[in-house]
């Protein structure tokens, strides 16, 4: 059966704020909601949708692909568009891609996750891109292969440009909902759950300055959003200060390179003895810091203070607990999950980013001069 579409005025454009292909989409939902188009019903043809509504082509092409992602309709190659025997059932199945999945606080962003979705009814597709450019491109295909209501991503390399745009892009496209943990895109503007690392690198290092160091050095990751705004905190806090900078003393790492860096360096940064303050990545670098410092025979805090991130459960185990800004970790998980759902249910909620405040907890491994 044909669509009576003749009853259409021609000419039907956007309204409002509505864009366009919304407009297009939402008539042909109010038209199967209402019984006029009904299961089995050919839709018009690209042309004469075009013609209908005075939109282009392209325009029409988006509204036609979400409808067939929301299962309203569905294509056959050669014969058009023709409303489906009903809606799709939902999956509630929601994709978290991580870039690390063993790394000491992922366990427990996952935990958190996890526990809100199944508590809700809902399952989770969890990938780890091991921040791997290829890895996370694949991840993201498969979560649209396999239809997941919605996606949570730390993005891969978050420093530099991301050849995945493409993809993110066809995921908006799609107004499949997406939440961007502990690092935020700074090509597209999705919603974001983390940390302000500028700040928290500010204040990290202030402490230090306040602690009366001067000579003040840092190790920190390149190739992640976390650890360039790290570096901007941690810059702007030596300049308030009037203090001295050198690039000897700051020491920067990529995934890749960590361990090399970590041989090479580092010793030579500890070995030339030049500061009395150090800034480090993460808690797990600070712990490699620590064990250097013993075998050299430097004291901590006594010959070098040290100050960290995440405060995770690393920065208790050693014999000189370290003074660590904290992460939500598990809370992170939650609140991602919690507003995954409410943008999954309503599409009308409007998502605010969630930017948690700093907290440094002072330990044992900063000594006043």
């Known amino acids: 059966?044909?669509?009576?579409?003749?009853?259409?005025?021609?000419?039907?454009?956007?309204?409002?704020?509505?864009?366009?292909?919304?407009?297009?989409?939402?008539?042909?939902?109010?038209?199967?909601?209402?019984?006029?188009?009904?299961?089995?019903?050919?839709?018009?043809?690209?042309i004469e949708l075009q013609e209908m509504y005075n939109v282009s082509r392209h325009t029409i092409r988006v509204a036609l692909e979400q409808l067939e992602h929301e299962g309203f309709i569905e294509k056959e190659h050669g014969l058009g568009s023709f409303v489906k025997l009903e809606k799709k059932e939902r999956n509630k199945t929601i994709g978290v891609i991580t870039t690390y999945m063993s790394d000491y606080i992922f366990p427990e962003i996952i935990r958190g996750i996890e526990s809100e979705l199944t508590k809700a009814g809902y399952s989770m597709l969890l990938v780890n891109t091991n921040n791997d450019i290829q890895t996370e491109r694949k991840a993201l295909k498969m979560m649209l292969e396999n239809q997941v209501e919605g996606i949570i991503v730390e993005p891969t390399k978050s420093s530099s440009y991301n050849p995945n745009i493409d993809?993110?892009?066809?995921?908006?496209?799609?107004?499949?909902p997406l939440i961007s943990i502990n690092a935020?895109?700074?090509?597209?503007?999705?919603?974001?759950?983390?940390?302000?690392?500028?700040?928290?690198?500010?204040?990290n290092t202030e402490f230090l300055i306040e602690n009366n160091h001067e000579?003040?050095?840092?190790?920190?990751?390149s190739d992640y959003k976390q650890?360039?705004?790290?570096?901007?905190?941690?810059?702007?806090?030596?300049s308030d200060y009037s203090l001295s900078y050198s690039n000897q003393d700051v020491v920067m790492f990529t995934?890749?390179?960590?361990?090399?860096?970590?041989?090479?360096?580092?010793?030579?940064?500890?070995?030339?003895?030049?500061i009395t303050g150090l800034v480090c990545y993460n808690d797990m670098i600070a712990l490699d810091v620590l064990n250097l410092c013993l075998a050299k025979g430097i004291r901590v805090p006594e010959d070098l203070s040290i100050v960290s991130f995440d405060n995770s459960i690393l920065s208790m185990l050693t014999s000189v607990k370290i003074t660590s800004i904290s992460h939500p970790q598990i809370g992170l998980g939650i609140d991602a999950a919690r507003h995954m759902m409410k943008m999954?249910?309503?599409?009308?909620?409007?998502?605010?980013?969630?930017?948690?405040?700093?907290?440094?907890?002072?330990?044992?491994?900063?000594?006043?001069?």
């Open 184 to 203: 935020k895109f700074d090509e597209i503007n999705f919603p974001f759950i983390g940390m302000n690392d500028l700040e928290a690198s500010y204040v």
């Open 1 to 46: 059966m044909m669509w009576d579409y003749s009853k259409i005025k021609k000419g039907s454009r956007f309204m409002g704020n509505k864009p366009k292909y919304q407009h297009v989409k939402d008539t042909i939902i109010a038209e199967i909601n209402a019984k006029r188009l009904k299961i089995g019903d050919k839709l018009p043809s690209e």
């Open 215 to 221: 000579k003040i050095g840092a190790i920190l990751k």
């Open 255 to 274: 995934t890749e390179t960590r361990g090399q860096v970590l041989m090479d360096e580092v010793h030579k940064l500890l070995d030339r003895r030049a």
């Open 344 to 369: 999954i249910e309503d599409k009308t909620y409007e998502f605010e980013d969630i930017v948690y405040p700093v907290n440094l907890d002072i330990k044992e491994s900063v000594k006043q001069l």
């Open 227 to 238: 650890g360039k705004e790290r570096l901007k905190g941690f810059v702007k806090a030596i």
């Open 167 to 176: 993809v993110y892009l066809n995921i908006r496209k799609q107004e499949m």
